[in-house]
């Protein structure tokens, strides 16, 4: 019995395929490169040592997904595939709508038919929209303000709506906070194709030279230093939650959602800070505006999933930034 990864070619896919790997795990490895390279299933694959069979294939196209299934003996299914640039999604919101949803439904609707119920489905923090407080716990209120943030909600009530007529699916919701950094080996990590947003792949950037200076997105929010303050996660970490969710779909019927977060911010001038300080490089910067959409605080309370996932983080900042920076030098060519 194998354990279906889509997307399992991205940053995080291609980080939970290793640590499935390490434990035994039989996995079966989707993606179609939309954002990823096909180096880096060679690269999963020379880290663990070991073989799993891959299918260049979109998770939209019901044939080749149905195919997958036939082919092989599936127990469950973690489902990365999808497409995750906010500013890009509210260009082409068809493209995000019928990526995001389109693919989870045919995903659920095969799974459905093969009578395979357990699935892992890649949500968001982006799902609380601008929180009222923090830290953020499962039972606030959600909202979307992007459509990229509203397919992640979509699929969350789709799962939750599929769990209520059919009650022996065993669904985990796993909303993450901040991922960055980079496997233990610097083989893999974040590497978009496309100009990314997200503030680490960017302080890449102006660290390789690729870009002058950094745009701090507003130094007046009623923060202590003004900058935003996020929950960033070492991916090794987020990968691991992976693992954790497998093991309780495998015990537990239900359909529940887990904060991934480490549980404590850091402010956009402390992670610039961190990161010079690791790296010994410098970070020119400067204060841009506000960006739109932005909240002024965003982080967990990753208690449910210590509780009921036996799940926290155990990796800090510093080697967040070393990692980061330890990958991304390495593709700089
Ligand atoms: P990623 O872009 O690196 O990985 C996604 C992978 O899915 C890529 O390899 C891409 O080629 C593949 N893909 C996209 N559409 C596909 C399709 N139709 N068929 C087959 N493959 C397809 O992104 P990531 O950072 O690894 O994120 C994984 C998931 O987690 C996404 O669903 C994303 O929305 C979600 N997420 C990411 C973050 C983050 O900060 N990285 C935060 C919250 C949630
Ligand atoms: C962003 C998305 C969110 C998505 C998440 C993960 C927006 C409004 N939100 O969240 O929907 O789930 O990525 O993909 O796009 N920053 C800078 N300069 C930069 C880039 C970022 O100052 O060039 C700041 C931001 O203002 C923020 C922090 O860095 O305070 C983190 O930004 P980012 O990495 O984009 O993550 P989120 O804002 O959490």
């Not at 003004?226 to 070492?234: M, V």
Request: hydrophobic residues 35%.
């Amino acid at each position: 019995m194998a354990v279906l990864v889509t997307g399992g070619a991205g940053y995080i896919g291609s980080h939970t395929c290793v640590e499935l790997l390490a434990r035994g795990e039989q996995i079966i490895v989707a993606d179609n490169f939309y954002n990823s390279k096909p180096r880096v299933i060679d690269m999963v694959k020379e880290i663990t040592g070991k073989d799993f069979k891959f299918y260049k294939a979109d998770i939209c196209d019901r044939s080749s997904v149905e195919n997958i299934f036939r082919e092989n003996d599936i127990e469950a299914v973690i489902h990365f595939a999808g497409y995750k640039a906010v500013g890009e999604s509210v260009k082409e919101p068809l493209m995000y709508y019928k990526n995001n949803i389109y693919s989870s439904v045919i995903l659920l609707e095969t799974m459905k038919k093969s009578r395979c119920k357990q699935f892992v489905f890649s949500s968001s923090a982006t799902v609380y929209g601008i929180p009222k407080s923090v830290p953020i716990t499962e039972d606030f209120p959600l909202g979307s303000i992007n459509p990229y943030g509203s397919t992640k909600l979509i699929v969350e009530n789709i799962c939750r709506d599929l769990y209520d007529s059919e009650p022996d699916f065993r669904i985990a919701l796993l909303r993450y906070f901040n991922p960055i950094g980079a496997h233990e080996s610097g083989k893999i990590g974040d590497d978009p194709n496309g100009v990314p947003n997200n503030l680490m792949p960017i302080i890449m950037r102006v660290a390789s030279g690729k870009l002058d200076k950094l745009s701090v997105y507003g130094n007046d929010y009623p923060t202590p230093d003004g900058t935003g303050i996020r929950d960033y996660l070492h991916v090794t970490d987020l990968a691991l939650g992976h693992v954790r969710a497998i093991e309780k779909v495998r015990k537990e019927v239900g359909c529940k959602a887990f904060n991934l977060g480490t549980g404590k911010g850091y402010s956009v001038l402390e992670i610039i800070n961190a990161f010079e300080e690791v790296n010994g490089l410098k970070i020119p910067d400067f204060i841009a505006p506000r960006r739109h959409g932005d909240a002024a605080e965003c982080y967990s309370d990753p208690s449910l999933a210590k509780n009921e996932l036996n799940w926290e983080t155990k990796i800090g900042l510093n080697e967040m930034c070393r990692s980061s920076w330890n990958f991304a030098k390495s593709q700089i060519n």
